[in-house]
C-alpha cells in the first residue's frame, strides 16, 4: 500500500472560497507535483540510457568505417628519396608482406636475427621452441612420477626385507607355533 503525506499551507481564503475545495486543491497539486517528478525521473533515465546506447553504436560504426577506409585505401608507398617502392598498394597489404618478411626471416638459437648462426625462419625458431618447451614440461612430469614411484617402491621392499629379518632374528616362527597335546 502506497503511502502519501501532504503538508498543505494555506496563506488566504478567498470570502467566497470553500476550505474544502483549497484543501482538495492543494492535495490534489501535491500529488500531481510528486506523481509527475517520480516520472518524469523514470522518463529522463530512460531518455539518457537510451541516447547513450545510440550515440555509442553510431561511433562505433563510424569508426570502424573510418578505420576500414584508411586500412583498404589504395596509395603508392615510396622511399626516403622519393622512389616508388610499391604500387597501388594498402596498409592491409603492407601488414601481410611485413608479417610474411618477419615470420621468414633467419634467426640462431635465441631468436636473435643476423649473424652467421642465423640458420632457421623465425616461424620454425618458434615452433621448435614451443615444442621444446612443451617436450621439456612433458619429460619433467614422466620424471618425477618415475621417481616417486621408485622411491616408494623402494620404501615397500626396505620394510618388507627389514620386517622378515627382524622376525627371523627374534624367532617369531618359533613364537607363534603352540605345542598343542596331542590328542589320544
Given amino acids: 500500500m502506497a503511502r502519501i503525506s501532504v503538508e498543505i499551507e494555506l496563506d488566504w481564503l478567498a470570502e467566497d472560497g470553500d476550505i474544502d475545495a483549497a484543501v482538495k486543491n492543494?492535495?490534489?497539486?501535491?500529488?500531481?507535483h510528486r506523481v509527475s517528478a517520480g516520472i518524469?525521473?523514470?522518463v529522463t533515465e530512460k531518455v539518457r540510457e537510451r541516447?547513450?546506447?545510440?550515440?555509442?553504436d553510431r561511433l562505433d560504426e563510424k569508426v570502424n568505417e573510418i578505420t576500414d577506409q584508411l586500412l583498404n585505401r589504395r596509395f603508392d608507398m615510396t622511399d626516403r628519396y622519393g622512389r616508388i617502392v610499391a604500387e597501388n598498394t594498402s596498409v592491409v597489404d603492407q601488414l601481410v608482406k611485413r608479417l610474411d618478411n618477419f615470420l621468414e626471416e633467419k634467426v640462431d638459437g635465441y631468436g636473435k636475427t643476423g649473424g652467421y648462426?642465423?640458420?632457421?625462419?623465425?616461424?620454425d625458431y618458434l615452433i621448435n621452441k614451443n615444442i621444446d618447451h612443451r617436450f621439456?614440461?612433458?619429460?619433467?612430469?614422466?620424471?618425477?612420477k618415475v621417481k616417486a614411484g621408485l622411491e616408494q617402491h623402494m620404501r615397500d621392499t626396505i620394510k618388507q626385507q627389514l620386517?622378515?629379518?627382524m622376525a627371523e632374528l627374534i624367532g617369531l616362527d618359533k613364537l607363534?607355533?603352540?605345542q598343542l597335546p596331542e590328542a589320544e
Fill in 51 to 56: 541516447i547513450e546506447v545510440e550515440i555509442s
Fill in 176 to 178: 607363534t607355533k603352540l
Fill in 163 to 165: 620386517g622378515d629379518r
Fill in 117 to 123: 648462426q642465423a640458420n632457421q625462419t623465425r616461424f
Fill in 40 to 42: 518524469e525521473k523514470q
Fill in 136 to 144: 621439456k614440461a612433458a619429460l619433467d612430469d614422466a620424471v618425477a
Fill in 26 to 32: 492543494e492535495i490534489i497539486n501535491g500529488i500531481v
